[in-house]
């Protein structure tokens, strides 16, 4: 229930927002929603006069479709041919009083009728708006379809009677098809029908926006609540609920967290009679921490394949997420830890003062980290996956240790003046995904990756081996994918072992560990023959070809590598000379009995990535053109 008290005190320390529209970077808007209220569709929007006569309609755009509308607890829940009306706005079938005179049967039980006396029980209550009277008055003549017909807004056929989807055969009749058709996918009694009232001595307030007509049905539907119960949440007798919300994710989405609807079978296998023995929680909880999650999921969450990644704090400071990279921080090292040690003590410091501007924020926030995964394996059940509510001192140690840790050289972020500028740290999740399985690897396997992760990050459990070697593996293949992609998946990879090995990432000359030794040989060749083939030569060289075969068989390929090798510094002469020392260097490290054809660990990444790291930073001053081409390729 934690997660459930933690959403609820979320809404409580925002009460100023609700109801306030908010957009994303697409535009698109939400908000946080008051509580018996939630979002639909409107595809017509019809405005009364306060007197409660027709003045106008119109169909809507879809961009400006969303509207936040009351409803009930069966409203909310609503479900195939259940007759459940919304408070106000709703289907065509449900407020349309004319609705069978146009040719549609009414079922068992006319959705008009329960529509109207739930209206008219709100009409008529002391806590009613103006606007509601107005809505009502007008909807009492029973004449909407009448009106939206004359208007032009809906559709009959040669009988008088509603169009449903719109077909050719109907051009004799509309000599263009109408705009309903438009913004309406289903058949014309599926339309949503939103109001709202014109004053000709007041500027038009649209009645979704209002923030009384929110006061007013939140007051008057919270006479209508249940016996009071303990809430399991807050431990406080309130109203309960055994009906909770959905469209967490999107307006579409039909999957609960809470939902207690199957009564036969083996629901609860004799162990309760009834649901509410298993929790019982309070309407207004419900409520409350449902919105709070959809307006955070709105605002900040990630979602991959309908798995939600969220991280929040109960007072909404910003806090960085644990599957960002560290090119997310904002974080630029003195040119000290750039480009000479490397090492994560100092690399830590340096993180921590990053991060000490999160922190300042939070020092007077009593609310702690709260980090929750959720997603759904059926169209109505969701689940969540995993919840932490952490000490914000425990959450940002634990990112300043994994960003120090799992840590090399990358380039593959763009900034915003659209270069790919180095940044040393740790490689965004995704990204990680993406080096292990490949760059076209599907979402439901990229969130999947992302789920196990997540612990590696915030408990500081080791990262899952099948990961680690994956990407070793890939990054073994460079000749299986282009230049660009191999380029970031060896510094993710190297990321990943640097974190159970913790090597500096700068070039040790002391290492005499076979792999790393391996890797350093096998850099040098490959920038050898670079250069002997010249800026122009794009082909890939021997090292990088035999590079998998290097992996598995280093004593026998570098033999095949070494001798390719002759006629390039033959070549390049004298000018290949610091090379070809640099090697007979490497060689020397070795002891007698590890150059053999033992396969490679994946330190031999290190070496690789360390050596021509090093090689070109120390020729940076005294650079040849051909030199500044190889550099640009590697």
Not at 284 to 305: F, P, T, Y
Not at 312 to 328: G, H, I, K, S
Not at 498 to 518: I, P, Q
Not at 575 to 580: C, F, N, P, V
């Amino acid at each position: 229930m934690s997660w459930l008290l933690n959403l609820y005190e979320t809404y409580e320390s925002n009460l100023d927002r609700v109801g306030k529209v908010e957009k994303k970077n697409n535009d698109q808007e939400y908000t946080l929603l008051p509580i018996s209220h939630t979002t639909q569709t409107a595809h017509i929007e019809v405005t009364v006069t306060e007197s409660g006569e027709f003045f106008t309609a119109e169909v809507i755009d879809k961009s400006d479709g969303n509207t936040l509308i009351p409803c009930t607890e069966d409203s909310a829940s609503r479900a195939g041919s259940k007759v459940a009306p919304y408070p106000l706005h709703d289907k065509l079938s449900y407020v349309a009083g004319d609705f069978t005179a146009y040719g549609d049967v009414v079922k068992k039980e006319d959705p008009f009728q329960a529509y109207i006396e739930q209206l008219e029980d709100w009409a008529t209550s002391p806590y009613a708006h103006p606007h509601v009277k107005s809505i009502y008055k007008y909807l009492s003549k029973r004449r909407l379809i009448q009106d939206l017909v004359k208007e032009g807004k809906l559709a009959l056929d040669a009988e008088s009677h509603l169009i449903g989807k719109w077909d050719k055969k109907y051009m004799t009749m509309y000599p263009e098809k109408p705009e309903i058709f438009s913004s309406l996918t289903g058949e014309q009694e599926s339309a949503f029908i939103r109001f709202t009232v014109y004053s000709s001595d007041k500027p038009l307030e649209k009645v979704w926006k209002n923030t009384e007509m929110y006061e007013s049905f939140i007051q008057f539907y919270s006479h209508k609540l249940g016996d009071k119960k303990l809430c399991y949440v807050t431990g406080e007798m309130l109203p309960s609920t055994d009906k909770h919300a959905n469209k967490i994710r999107n307006a579409a989405d039909k999957a609960k967290l809470i939902s207690s609807n199957d009564t036969s079978g083996f629901t609860y296998r004799g162990r309760f009679s009834d649901s509410k023995e298993v929790a019982s929680i309070s309407y207004e909880v419900s409520q409350k921490a449902h919105n709070a999650l959809k307006w955070l999921i709105n605002r900040q969450g990630k979602i991959i394949d309908n798995r939600v990644f969220l991280v929040w704090t109960n007072d909404l400071q910003r806090v960085p997420a644990p599957e960002e990279d560290t090119f997310d921080l904002d974080f630029t090292p003195t040119a000290a830890i750039q480009i000479e040690s490397f090492t994560n003590k100092p690399l830590a410091a340096e993180l921590a003062k990053a991060l000490e501007g999160y922190k300042n924020r939070l020092a007077d926030s009593k609310s702690n980290v709260n980090l929750l995964i959720l997603d759904s394996a059926t169209t109505g059940r969701m689940a969540v996956l995993y919840y932490r509510n952490m000490d914000k001192e425990l959450y940002f140690n634990r990112l300043i240790e994994w960003h120090s840790t799992c840590v090399w050289l990358h380039r593959y972020r763009k900034n915003q003046d659209g270069e790919y500028p180095q940044f040393l740290g740790a490689p965004a999740t995704k990204d990680i995904a993406f080096a292990a399985y490949g760059s076209k690897a599907n979402d439901k396997v990229v969130k999947g990756l992302m789920e196990r992760m997540l612990p590696c990050i915030v408990d500081g459990r080791a990262i899952p081996t099948d990961i680690i070697k994956s990407a070793i593996h890939r990054a073994s293949n460079p000749v299986s994918m282009e230049k660009w992609e191999w380029e970031k998946t060896l510094s993710i990879a190297c990321a990943l072992v640097n974190k159970e090995e913790g090597y500096k990432v700068a070039l040790d000359k002391e290492n005499d560990d076979r792999s790393y030794l391996f890797g350093r040989l096998l850099a040098v060749a490959d920038i050898l023959e670079r250069r002997a083939l010249g800026k122009d030569e794009t082909r890939a060289t021997n090292a990088i070809r035999y590079m998998n075969s290097f992996a598995q068989h280093p004593e026998r390929t570098w033999k095949v590598i070494q001798a390719s090798l002759q006629p390039y510094q033959a070549r390049l002469g004298v000018k290949g000379y610091d090379l070809s020392k640099l090697m007979d260097e490497i060689l020397s490290t070795f002891k007698y009995e590890d150059f053999n054809d033992k396969p490679l660990s994946g330190k031999y990444l290190l070496g690789l990535s360390s050596q021509r790291h090093d090689y070109f930073q120390g020729k940076k001053k005294n650079e040849s053109s051909i030199d500044e081409s190889i550099q640009e390729e590697m």
